[in-house]
């Protein structure tokens, strides 16, 4: 791993549970490298929940896997930090992270059956979760896993432990892997598109359900999405990432309303209940880059009508407020000395 | 463009007359003594459609709506003449598809054409994309002059570089192989379109240019859709008239405009309020009680009944029948008769 220069000390004190600092996972092929995630810098604080948003291939999942550790070859973390309780989680050794994952830190999957063993019951694999972190009996860790259960809605919990995870819909299934998630009451979850599947109904129930437990337990969220939508009820703020950078990022209700960057405008743009009923779409023209052959500068340029000579310089992400945003020409002229708080 | 008027002279395009369609496995012999003897239970018939009548009128956009297992799809393929109902009748300009000669009967099918919500499995991975496009014209004797100016020309027409007609679909990205898909219905001259979640599976951004499409090849070629979707956004956007589906039945259809602003049935009103909004200033999800009840037992009466916060005693045994309760506006609700009482 290459330390790029940047100042290892062994403990970093941060206000916010969780720090993402310069990250870069790369993936080497035989065609070249892919910079799937080329220098992210993020945090979250406690009972906060970040919308971290983004198309297919904007590198928002290999960032929520690179934080709790799960990035497979040929993919690597090449450089930066994720700062978790004064550590860095780039450094510690398996073991420790392993004592981390599943106790202090937790990831929810959009597909159910990637958390669940469909040949084992509900019951054997909640006790397992527990008895892993937690010196507890048989009986405890049932007792545990049967309140897990019914804190996240599932009907009847005593009699589902009994169950298969292929014994329950979609939407049940989700909800017993939040209950494996929240067992230990961890500081902070990763959520990757967890409701993408799911029926409207069906997502707005466990989404008013994990609303719920955040508050309650003061606990941070990154939640992965697509769905513009999902974000603008569920997260406090929101970082938009484009060809694995963040592109613009603050509180979600000023971004939505008033973006900064051009690709923000349109990613907003193109949502049809933004648009009037049966008129055209707008849309952004083009196709997102390979990410084998990104342009220089800005990766946005050649899709955007604002894109002049000076942006195929590199673009560094800039504070405005408590605001952030990658563009040589954001959509409002903004002072940046004054921008209100 | 409006749909035609006077719809008692001109039959609609696609006329479905109490279609119902059961999946299951037919019992044997020696299962029928069995069953006889009560030896052994019937065997489950799941119906996944259940006598639904539904007009799609020449030119309009009826969006179809409704959660995974609703028969949504289902009645889909009935419409396109891929599934033949279990009961009831498909009527094409009037005529009945069933009582037609052979050759007509192809002839009728060839107008209606259908697109996928995976563009990759609906494309043969081992043809190239210009075959896919041209196969089904070469074979009904469509293309006059020469072939590859005829495949060229559907592919400008959908929005592709005829230049890639050699390529196969694993070299498109998601978007492009939905243009092959669309590409592929469009060349047999079709008059109406059944889209069965068509954009589900694209990004936002993509999204809206595909939606672009079908508005612009609905001016141009004077299309007439089926527009299946889970995602009620889309459906406000594009559609003319809307039909929402809940196990089976069509529990109301109006225009869209109506729909979305008076929907009659408990049902309808909470999937409309469960719509995921970006402009939503609420801030909490209040979600529908309970699952989706399974097809192979549907609750008796009104399916909705053990969901509904309305319910009583007739709605327990009693299906209500689809009413008209306003000009265009229909509702299968029991509440509509008690307002009137």
Not at chain 2, 46 to 66: H, I, S, T
Not at chain 2, 150 to 168: S, T
Not at chain 2, 221 to 243: C, E, K, M, P, W
Not at chain 2, 280 to 302: D, I, N, W, Y
Request: proline share 7%; net charge positive; with cysteine.
């Amino acid at each position: 791993m290459s330390a790029s220069g940047a100042v290892m000390a062994p403990v970093v004190k941060s206000s916010a549970i969780l720090e993402v600092r310069d990250l870069r996972t790369h993936f080497v092929g035989e065609t070249g490298s892919v910079k799937a995630v080329d220098g992210v810098s993020f945090s979250v604080k406690r009972g906060r929940v970040l919308g971290l948003v983004g198309e297919s291939g904007s590198g928002k999942s290999v960032t929520g896997f690179s934080i709790i550790g799960l990035v497979d070859p040929p993919g690597r973390i090449v450089g930066g930090q994720v700062i978790f309780d004064g550590r860095d989680l780039t450094r510690v050794t398996r073991e420790e992270m392993r004592g981390l994952r599943g106790r202090r830190i937790a990831m929810i999957f959009q597909d159910p059956m990637m958390t669940l063993n469909p040949v084992l019951r509900i019951d054997t694999q909640l006790i397992e979760a527990i008895r892993a972190h937690a010196d507890v009996s048989q009986a405890q860790a049932r007792a545990w896993a049967r309140d897990a259960l019914g804190m996240v809605g599932i009907p009847s919990p005593e009699e589902r432990l009994h169950a298969y995870p292929h014994q329950f819909s979609g939407g049940m299934r989700q909800r017993v892997v939040i209950a494996i998630a929240l067992l230990h009451k961890p500081d902070f979850i990763i959520a990757d598109e967890p409701t993408t599947a799911l029926d409207v109904t069906i997502q707005a129930q466990i989404l008013a359900e994990v609303q719920k437990l955040v508050a309650e337990s003061d606990t941070a969220l990154i939640w992965i999405t697509h769905d513009l939508a999902v974000v603008s009820r569920l997260a406090d703020d929101i970082a938009v990432m484009y060809a694995g950078r963040i592109v613009e990022a603050g509180p979600v209700a000023e971004v939505l309303d008033r973006p900064l960057h051009p690709y923000t405008a349109g990613l907003i743009g193109s949502v049809p209940s933004r648009n009037r009923r049966g008129e055209r779409l707008q849309q952004i023209p083009g196709m997102m880059p390979s990410m084998l052959h990104l342009p220089k500068g800005c990766a946005f340029r050649t899709r955007c009508a604002r894109a002049d000579a000076a942006c195929a310089a590199d673009v560094p992400l800039l504070p405005v407020g408590d605001r952030e945003y990658r563009c040589f020409h954001p959509l409002i002229e903004v002072p940046v000395t004054e921008m209100p708080a | 463009m409006m749909p035609e008027a006077g719809t008692s002279e001109v039959p609609p395009l696609i006329d479905l007359k109490s279609v119902s369609r059961q999946f299951g496995r037919h019992p044997d012999f020696a299962a029928r003594m069995a069953i006889a003897l009560k030896l052994a239970t019937p065997v489950p018939m799941l119906r996944a459609v259940d006598q639904v009548d539904l007009a799609v009128r020449k030119g309009e956009v009826l969006g179809l709506v409704g959660e995974s297992g609703c028969g949504k799809s289902t009645l889909g393929r009935i419409a396109a003449g891929i599934l033949p109902p279990s009961q009831g009748s498909v009527l094409w300009r009037g005529q009945d598809l069933a009582q037609l000669p052979r050759a007509a009967r192809r002839e009728a099918r060839l107008r209606v054409q259908m697109i996928f919500q995976n563009p990759y499995a609906s494309l043969n991975p081992r043809r190239s994309a210009g075959d896919i496009v041209g196969e089904a014209p070469r074979i009904h004797k469509l293309i006059a002059g020469d072939p590859a100016a005829f495949i060229d020309e559907q592919f400008r027409r959908a929005g592709l570089d005829p230049a890639l007609k050699r390529r196969y679909p694993h070299q498109f990205s998601g978007g492009q192989r939905q243009r092959i898909g669309i590409a592929r219905a469009l060349a047999v001259r079709p008059d109406f379109i059944i889209c069965d979640e068509a954009v589900a599976a694209l990004d936002v951004s993509v999204q809206a240019q595909i939606l672009n499409l079908f508005m612009d090849l609905r001016a141009s070629l004077n299309l007439t859709y089926l527009f299946i979707s889970h995602d009620l956004g889309v459906v406000q956007h594009i559609s003319d008239r809307v039909a929402i589906m809940y196990l089976g039945r069509i529990v109301e259809e109006a225009p869209t405009d109506e729909i979305f602003a008076r929907a009659n049935h408990p049902y309808s009103q909470a999937l409309l309020a469960e719509m995921p909004r970006i402009e939503t200033t609420k801030r909490h999800f209040t979600a529908v009680k309970g699952e989706v009840p399974s097809p192979l037992a549907p609750p008796a009466g009104c399916h909705f009944h053990p969901r509904c916060p309305h319910a009583f005693a007739r709605c327990r045994v009693e299906a209500p029948p689809l009413k008209t309760i306003a000009a265009g506006h229909k509702s299968a609700c029991h509440l509509n008769d008690t307002a009137v009482v």
